[in-house]
């Protein structure tokens, strides 16, 4: 069972966490899971909800990895929607055998990395056991899970900050995506985690130039904005109006 124990430690955290609160909380419909390392980049993207009533969960994935090619990237676990449910709660019990730090962790990963494609060799982590328990027991869980590609739930970083590497104020509408996911960036141990695939200055240019995206589509509704992706500083820009309520939404959108 998911219940909080020191032996879920590291990303097997969030199991727990999440059944907790849903215990805690009967009154909230739906539980939104975001890992630290994410930014919000789109500020007027609104989720929509409705497009989900037969289903408890939503994550981002894409059903040919998933199922065809049993890919060990074939969904994310970095942001999920989660309905407070019975079913939810089934689910969170049965991801959760491969947590246990230790031996079973470690055997697990074993598991994972024999059955899914590209998976490198080491413990069991929480994403892989997700996709895992899906194709295992498909018939079980398939149907109320909802595999979100139409959108960024889970927007990968590397390839929106390089997109911005000329410090880009304006966007189009796929210029940066919804969730920016900071994976296999570590700033508080000094480098990159794991692999160390990135550098440290890589990772702070990359959440700053996010951070300061995001930031803009709100500085312009008071007429302001940061002089490029990588400045802390802001500059005024002409935002005359006299309908400034009415501006402010379409603002929102174009910024």
Known sequence: MANLDEALSGCWSKLPVIRKLMISHPEIEWLWWIDSDTFFTDMSFQIPITKYVKHNMVVHGYHGLLFEEKSWIALSTGSFLLRNCQWSLDLLDSWVVMGPKGRVRKEAGKILTLNLKGRPDFEADD????????????????DKVFLESSYSLHGYWEGASDRHAGEKLQRSDDSWPFMTHFVGCAPCRGAGAGTGDYSLERCLKGMEKAFNFADNQVLRLLGYSHRGLLSPNVMKIKNETSRPLEMSQALLKDS
């Open 127 to 142: 994403q892989s056991a997700l996709i895992h328990l899906l194709i295992s027991n498909r018939n079980q869980w398939k």
